[in-house]
């Protein structure tokens, strides 16, 4: 996939609902840090390289900022700082996976897109709770997906954005979309 990656111009989702029907229990897999997440494929819109970000002063330090995508303006969020893991130098692997999260659209910035991974229902597991003091990636992540002899995180996307953190990119969209009109 890394080189599918370098290569990558952009890349559609299909939306189509019987192509959805096909989809299920698939799931877009990318790497933070040590760990692998999944994503489920009905989430994702596209995946396109990493480009110029427009900051958004006086947000949250994992609200990137906003990138223009043929006319859209989206907010971007990085996923290694929301997880509070360490930041990571963006590189030729580091893409934007560009997700439809209560009616809006939002970029995840991820070091590299892994695979996409059929994972049943039956392979799916509640996430642990024991020994954890960290919870943060836990509030994320609803469900541990086993994958041959590996296992994927697997993320409910609706709780990536809160409600404040939405309200503030949505406001700061549309200032730049009139800022954008009146150059």
Do not use: H, W
């Amino acid at each position: 996939m890394d080189e599918t990656n370098a290569k990558m111009q952009t890349q559609e989702i299909p939306t189509d609902s019987s192509e959805r029907d096909a989809q299920k229990g698939m799931y877009m897999t990318f790497k933070s840090g040590n760990e692998y997440f999944g994503l489920k494929i009905q989430y994702v819109s596209e995946i396109i390289q990493f480009q110029t970000i427009t900051a958004i002063p006086e947000t949250e330090d994992y609200i990137k900022g906003l990138i223009n995508l043929r006319g859209k303006v989206i907010p971007v969020i990085d996923v290694r700082l929301r997880f509070k893991q360490r930041p990571f130098e963006y590189n030729d692997r580091t893409c934007i996976i560009v997700i439809n999260v209560k009616s809006m659209l939002v970029g995840l910035i991820v070091e590299k897109i892994a695979e996409v991974v059929d994972i049943k229902e039956d392979n799916i597991l509640p996430p642990p709770t024991i020994g954890r003091t960290d919870k943060v990636q836990n509030k994320y992540v609803y469900g541990i997906g086993k994958v041959g002899n590996s296992v994927k995180l697997l993320l409910d996307p609706d709780k990536l954005l809160n409600d404040e953190d939405l309200s503030v990119v949505e406001q700061s969209g549309e200032m730049n979309i009139d800022e954008e009109r009146e150059a």
